[in-house]
């Protein structure tokens, strides 16, 4: 029997009664689905519940085989090895016993011969140098994804579950994993941003606060499917508009002519030639006739206006984000920040980087990329003034402006708007409220405590606050910006950055991020020399 999950009239609520999901139906058979929807509508709850580890507060969900989930394995036991990850610490220890010539008949019995050399193709595949021993807290945490990535293909389950199974990965990781999942022909769950990875999927499974809706197909057929449903809905608001246009000149032409025929008839009577008890009779069929004939016209103009109504908020949630920013002024020769013969780190004996030299001249969008642990988060603090430069020279020559991932320039205690305010001091409540609008924190959504706002939320929040009012800083600096954020988010902000024509010096690996904004050049620190 082939194996499949299937979710019936599955429903979930938080602790405190706020519905998640509701009615969701859905089948997962032996293919790859990539799951994906906004920040917070519960993607990650659905895992757990098809995994076993939460129980639906509704409906049910039925498996036929195996499922295995990545460990998102951030901290470790000290002792714990990739035998034990693997679950293979018994067998391993039997195989030794016996090729030390103390096994067992029990041992020899059972023995696996072909383990070490199994075990040997799953680290291989995944690009991953270690042995049975190797303790998973001397490896990075990029390659302890790796290694948890191995140790499902070695277990072969008949299901995957994955939960953002690249993020913090450097760019070999992430290409790993891409070709583990590009291989896999058994059935797969994957919750990602990553659209690179969600290209390689069968099926895209959209997770909304009204259900789930299935598409088939990567992420580029999701997104033209998107595509047709906008163009779709602005051509149901163009015709919903048209029916009231068409409506209100009715309306007129029939006031008008009623006005002309009322008149008529009050000539009519003043002449005295008709009976008065005809002109009652005639004038009451026609006050009977022009209230139907309101009541109808009333009707179908609601109809239009709910019509219209309902198109523009498809178009609210389907529509991507456009920005139009103020220039910086930056010239294209104007020379921006130099780095030369950098040594940075926090021992001065052993130095993390070494002579890192680096010019960006006018508007240059440049990423800054390397293995983990290379050190371009140091980097970045040694550019940004947090940490001061063990040898070298660092010359910023233009105003500048840092985002990290946690968008520490804004203080979670304020709204929204009082962090513009106080990070545009020259700006007035209306110069705010429109550059906030344009970032989509309309009205009361730019009174928000931005300490209360999701990730993609404050990172936008961010970005209008540095780049939405009079005069944007000439050099942007990001780190790993898109991490943690939903793709609708990460979209956002690529379109708030196609607009600005400053400078970009950006940490990412998120390789369609990088390329949706126009980066230009690359520059790429070495591994780390204990690697």
Same mark, same amino acid.
């Given at each position: 029997m082939s194996s499949f999950i299937a979710l019936h009239d599955l429903a979930w609520s938080t602790p405190d009664g706020r519905p998640l999901f509701s009615d969701i139906t859905l089948q997962f058979g032996a293919e790859r689905t990539g799951l994906v929807g906004r920040n917070g509508v519960g993607k990650t709850t659905l895992l757990r519940l098809i995994a076993g580890t939460l129980e639906p507060r509704q409906g049910k969900i039925t498996t036929c085989g195996t499922i295995a989930i990545l460990r998102q394995t951030v901290m470790v036991d000290a002792e714990e090895t990739i035998a034990d990850l693997f679950g293979i610490a018994d067998a391993l220890a039997r195989l030794r016993r016996a090729a030390s010539g !103390? +096994?067992? +008949? @029990?041992? /020899?019995? #059972?023995?696996?011969?072909? *383990? @070490? =050399?199994? $075990? =040997?193709?799953? $680290?291989? !595949? /995944?690009? *991953? #140098?270690?042995?049975?021993?190797?303790? *998973? +807290?001397? $490896?990075?945490?990029? !390659?302890?994804?790796?290694?948890? *990535? +191995?140790a499902l293909a070695f277990a072969a389950p008949d299901f995957l579950i994955l939960d953002e199974p690249t993020n913090n990965l450097d760019r070999d990781g992430r290409e790993a994993v891409l070709r583990f999942l590009a291989d896999w022909r058994s059935g797969a769950i994957v919750v990602s941003h990553d659209r690179d990875l969600l290209e390689t999927m069968d099926a895209i499974v959209e997770l909304t606060t009204l259900g789930a809706a299935r598409f088939g197909g990567g992420w580029s057929a999701y997104r033209a499917r998107k595509a047709q449903e906008l163009a779709a809905a602005r051509h149901d608001l163009a015709s919903a508009e048209r029916k009231i246009s068409e409506l209100d000149r009715n309306a007129r032409t029939i006031a008008e002519r009623k006005a002309r025929k009322d008149g008529a008839g009050k000539r009519k009577a003043a002449k005295g030639d008709q009976p008065k008890i005809l002109l009652g009779a005639m004038k009451e069929r026609a006050q009977n006739t022009s209230a139907d004939n309101a009541r109808i016209a009333e009707g179908r103009r609601e109809e239009a206006l709910a019509a219209a109504t309902a198109a523009r908020a498809r178009i609210e949630v389907l529509q991507p984000l456009e920005v139009a920013l103020a220039p910086t002024g930056l010239a294209r020769q104007k020379l921006v920040l130099q780095l030369d013969r950098v040594e940075a780190g926090h021992d001065a004996a052993r130095p993390l980087l070494r002579d890192v030299s680096l010019t960006i001249t006018g508007p240059e969008r440049v990423a800054l990329s390397g293995p983990n642990g290379a050190g371009k988060t140091t980097l970045l603090k040694v550019i940004t003034g947090a940490l001061a430069p063990i040898g070298g020279a660092v010359r910023r020559q233009t105003p500048f402006a840092f985002l990290d991932q946690n968008v520490g320039l804004l203080d979670p205690g304020e709204t929204v708007r009082d962090a513009f305010l106080r990070l545009n001091p020259g700006s007035n409540e209306n110069a705010c409220r429109a550059a906030l609008a344009r970032f989509m924190f309309r009205a009361d959504a730019a009174l928000q405590v931005t300490g209360a706002l999701s990730g993609g939320q404050m990172l936008r929040a961010g970005l209008a606050c540095v780049l939405g009012g009079p005069a944007p800083p000439p050099l942007l600096i990001l780190d790993e910006p898109t991490n943690h954020l939903d793709i609708e988010a990460i979209e956002a902000v690529e379109a708030g950055l196609r607009s600005y024509d400053g400078a970009l010096l950006v940490v990412s690996h998120d390789e369609a991020f990088l390329q949706a904004i126009g980066i230009e050049r690359r520059i790429c620190l070495p591994p780390p020399r204990h690697a």
């Open positions: !103390q +096994a067992t +008949a @029990e041992d /020899m019995a #059972v023995a696996d011969w072909s *383990l @070490e =050399a199994r $075990l =040997a193709d799953a $680290l291989a !595949q /995944m690009d *991953l #140098v270690a042995d049975p021993d190797t303790r *998973l +807290a001397t $490896l990075s945490g990029g !390659q302890r994804t790796r290694a948890g *990535l +191995a």
